[in-house]
């Protein structure tokens, strides 16, 4: 489960470098020199236990018209020798949602300790 890690701080990290682009850093993207530690970290993450399901809904768009939005819900704990570097990220990923969807609420989640 640590690659779910991975892109849940990978996207998290990318929203928040989106939404403060500095001139030229290529906004949105996390340079690997400075982040990939943080990346490689979160491979390492692992899934101790969970209480999820996946669940979908129907909803309308003007421009789509009906679709179907699809994604698990419930909690999960996770584990790792050392998981205080990626807090920061997880923490502001809470606000930033991540994800598919995340405009329409979808990729929310908390973390906790």
């Not at 020199?33 to 970290?41: N, R, T, V, W």
Request: one cysteine or more; aromatic letters at 12%; charged letters at 20%.
């Amino acid at each position: 489960m640590g690659g779910g890690t991975r892109v849940q701080c990978r996207d998290a990290g990318g929203r928040a470098a989106a939404a403060h682009p500095q001139p030229g850093d290529g906004a949105g993207e996390w340079p690997q020199a400075e982040y990939g530690p943080l990346l490689d970290l979160a491979e390492t993450v692992r899934l101790e236990h969970h209480e999820t399901f996946w669940t979908g809904y129907s909803r309308k768009s003007q421009q789509a018209g009906q679709y179907e939005v699809e994604g698990f819900i419930g909690q999960a704990w996770y584990a790792g020798d050392d998981l205080r570097p990626l807090l920061p990220v997880l923490w502001l990923g809470q606000w930033l949602h991540i994800g598919k969807g995340y405009v329409i609420g979808n990729g929310r989640y908390t973390a906790g300790a």
